[in-house]
C-alpha cells in the first residue's frame, strides 16, 4: 500500500521524526519506504491521506485486562471523597476466580478491540487477578498472542499471610507461569508487598528467564524505582512519588519510567511531573493502566491529553511517549515507530497534526488503523 498526501507524518526517527507533504509505503507488513517523494510504481494500492497526519500504533505496555466483573460503585464513591487505597483489587479478584475461562477471554478480547478502534496497535497485559495457581496461570493462557506479564504479587490475598503468599508467588506459582509470561511484576507498596518481598520475587523471575516491570511509587514515596534500577527492570509504572534521587536513577539507567494519567485521573491522585523526568533525560513512556478499579480506559489519546494538561509534556512529547516510549518500554524496536523496516502499524488521524489530540480532548479523533499493513 502506497499512502500519499500525509500532512504530517511522525516515524520517531529520530526523536519525533517528522516529515510535510510526506509519503509511506507498506510491504508484507512491515514500512517498505517512506520519504516525501515516493518511488515510481510503488503500492498495488493507494491511499490519499488528504492532509491527515499518519503517526506510529500506539503502544500500549501497562495494563490489567484479564478480569471479570466492574467498580462503578466504587469510582462514585471515591468521586463522592472517599480515598483510593488499591484495597477493590479483592473484589475484582473474586469476581475473576468465578468466571469462566470463556468470559475472561471474551472481556479481553473485547477491551483489545476498544484499544484498537482509539490507535493502540500494540498491547501489554497483566495476570493478577486471580492469586491462585490455577487462577494467575490460566490468566496468563487466556492472553496468547499479547505482550504478557506474570503479576502474582498483585496484593496478599485474605487467605495468606504476606510472607507464606510470596512464598507461593517465587515457588509454584512463578513454575507454573513463567512459560506463559515474557514480563514479571510486583506491586512494591505499603499494604502489598515490601522491599525485600519485591526484591525475592523479581529475582526468582529473572532466574526463571523473565524480566522485571515493577509498580513503583504510586501511592507514596518508597523504594521502588531504585529496586527497578538495581534489578535493571524494563520500566518502573506509575513514578507519581519521586525523589531527585529516583530521578537520577532513572535517567543513569535503561529503566523506562511509564507514567499512567488515567490512574490519577480515576483517584483524584497528584499527576507525577513528567518535566521533571524528561528535562533529567528519563525514558518516559505513557500507558492507559486499563482496569476495573482505578484506570477503567483502553484510550491513550485521553492519555496524551492529561498528560499535556496535567504533567506538563508537550504536545510532542506526549505522542512519543504513547508510541515509541511504549515500545522502549517492553523492549520492542519494531514497533512505536515508522522508519523502514518497523512493523506497518499506524494511525491515520482525522487532523493535519498530532498537536490535534491534545488540542480537541475528547474528539474522535482516529480515522483509519493499520495493523501489520492493513486497515483495522
Known amino acids: 500500500m502506497l499512502i500519499t498526501g500525509i500532512g504530517t507524518l511522525v516515524t520517531n526517527d529520530p526523536e519525533l521524526g517528522t516529515l510535510h507533504d510526506a509519503a509511506i509505503v507498506f510491504a508484507g507488513g512491515r514500512v517498505a519506504w517512506v520519504g516525501t517523494k515516493p518511488p515510481e510504481a510503488a503500492g498495488d494500492t493507494h491511499l490519499d491521506a488528504g492532509g491527515r497526519a499518519l503517526i506510529p500504533g500506539f503502544v500500549d505496555s501497562h495494563g ?7 467498580r462503578a460503585e466504587e469510582f462514585a464513591a471515591r468521586m463522592a471523597g472517599r480515598p483510593y487505597t488499591a484495597g477493590g483489587i479483592r473484589t475484582t479478584v473474586a469476581a475473576t ?3 469462566s475461562d470463556a468470559q475472561l477471554k471474551a472481556n479481553l478480547d473485547r477491551l483489545v478491540a476498544e484499544a484498537l478502534r482509539s490507535g493502540t496497535t500494540t498491547v501489554e497485559t497483566k495476570s493478577g487477578y486471580g492469586l491462585t495457581l490455577p487462577d494467575e496461570e490460566r490468566s496468563l493462557k487466556v492472553a496468547a ?6 503479576l502474582g504479587a498483585h496484593v496478599v ?3 495468606h499471610e504476606p510472607d507464606t503468599y510470596t512464598d507461593l508467588v517465587k515457588g509454584a506459582m512463578l513454575d507454573a507461569c513463567a512459560p506463559h509470561a515474557t514480563w514479571i511484576d510486583v506491586f512494591c507498596e505499603d499494604g502489598a508487598f515490601d522491599a525485600d518481598q519485591t526484591r525475592a520475587i523479581l529475582a526468582a523471575g529473572i532466574e526463571k528467564g523473565l524480566t522485571p516491570r515493577v ?3 504510586q501511592l507514596r514515596h518508597g523504594p521502588g524505582v531504585q529496586i527497578a534500577v538495581e534489578l535493571r527492570a524494563a520500566s518502573a509504572d506509575h513514578c507519581t512519588h519521586l525523589s531527585d534521587a529516583d530521578i537520577d536513577a532513572l535517567a543513569n539507567s535503561d529503566t523506562v519510567a511509564t507514567l499512567l494519567p488515567g490512574a490519577e485521573f480515576s483517584t483524584r491522585a497528584p499527576y507525577p511531573d513528567a518535566r521533571r523526568l524528561l528535562d533529567a533525560g528519563v525514558k518516559v513512556a505513557l500507558a492507559a493502566d486499563c482496569n476495573p478499579g482505578s484506570s477503567y480506559t483502553t484510550n491513550l489519546p485521553f492519555c496524551i491529553a492529561l498528560a499535556v494538561r496535567e504533567m506538563h509534556m508537550t504536545p510532542e512529547e506526549a505522542v512519543r511517549a504513547a508510541t515509541l516510549g511504549g515500545a522502549q518500554a517492553l523492549r520492542r524496536d519494531d514497533v512505536g515507530h515508522l522508519a523502514a523496516g518497523a512493523r506497518a502499524d499506524a494511525v491515520l488521524l482525522d487532523a493535519p497534526s498530532p498537536v490535534h489530540l491534545a488540542y480537541r480532548p475528547g474528539v474522535p479523533l482516529i480515522h483509519t488503523v493499520f495493523k501489520d499493513g492493513g486497515v483495522s
Do not use: C, Q, S
Not at 145 to 150: A, I, K, N, S, V
Open 145 to 150: 498472542g499479547l505482550e504478557r506479564t506474570f
Open 64 to 70: 490489567h485486562l484479564v478480569f471479570a466483573g466492574e
Open 215 to 217: 509498580h513503583a511509587n
Open 157 to 159: 490475598p485474605p487467605e
Open 97 to 99: 476466580r468465578a468466571a
